[in-house]
């Protein structure tokens, strides 16, 4: 079991339907991301957060709103999203920016 | 510059051979280099990492090998066992920036 946990595993939604992934960790991390990951391919970085602020956006589009309300919650709001977003959604942290990342199973995300 | 390149894209060895994985960079200023695990359904584990100032890290039956004037690094699998069947990443990021440059993967497959 990882230590980084993700909620929901699955989850199939329509494209005009609003709705948020979580990810926490209990480790302390002050580093949070959220990456999206495509069959056969290596994650992609989306967003970076460190102390709660938001630090990297990798030019995500807005149908994709991260929050980090706390420092062992983050979350991915999704609101109008398109089929090409239907990809597996990981949550990782780190200690601190520039330690190693430890990743949660993600989740699963079909768009009809 | 950015990019981190990673061969074979698939491998399929004995049980009890030495799978070797590649990977090539071309920025000089990356300073760390980690490798990941993925097993289906699952988001990727941390293996094993290297900072640029060693050779060579062993950690259990996983080494790391490191070669700072060809800008490349490997990952050797010693007694490979079907359990080790996985997509395996390597990655790179610069000191005080925390964005994982990953490759794109290679399928191992250990046969009995």
């Known amino acids: 079991d990882t230590e980084v946990t993700q909620t929901p595993k699955h989850l199939v939604m329509g494209m005009t339907n609003k709705k948020s992934l979580k990810c926490e960790q209990h480790m302390g991390h002050r580093a949070m991301y959220w990456y999206k990951q495509k069959a056969k391919k290596p994650p992609e970085l989306m967003f970076v957060?460190?102390?709660?602020?938001?630090?990297i956006n990798e030019s995500v589009p807005s149908r994709f709103s991260p929050e980090c309300p706390n420092s062992s919650l983050l979350n991915l709001h999704l609101h109008a999203l398109q089929p090409e977003d239907s990809a597996l959604y990981l949550c990782?942290?780190?200690?601190?920016?520039?330690?190693?990342?430890?990743f949660g199973d993600g989740t699963r995300l079909s768009i009809l | 510059q950015q990019q981190v390149k990673q061969s074979p894209q698939s491998l399929i060895v004995q049980k009890g051979g030495i799978p070797i994985i590649n990977c090539a960079y071309e920025n000089t200023a990356f300073d760390y280099f980690p490798w990941y695990q993925q097993f289906p359904g699952k988001g990727p584990a941390l293996l094993i990492a290297?900072?640029?100032?060693?050779s060579e890290k062993k950690e259990g039956r996983f080494t790391i090998s490191f070669n700072k004037s060809a800008k490349q690094f490997s990952l050797h699998i010693m007694d490979s066992q079907p359990g080790d069947s996985a997509t395996y990443f390597c990655a790179a990021s610069k000191r005080g920036y925390n964005k994982l440059i990953f490759g794109a993967g290679t399928r191992l497959a250990v046969h009995p």
């Open positions: 957060y460190s102390y709660e602020k938001l630090s």
């Open positions: 290297i900072r640029p100032d060693v």
């Open positions: 990782a942290s780190s200690p601190f920016q520039d330690q190693p990342q430890h």
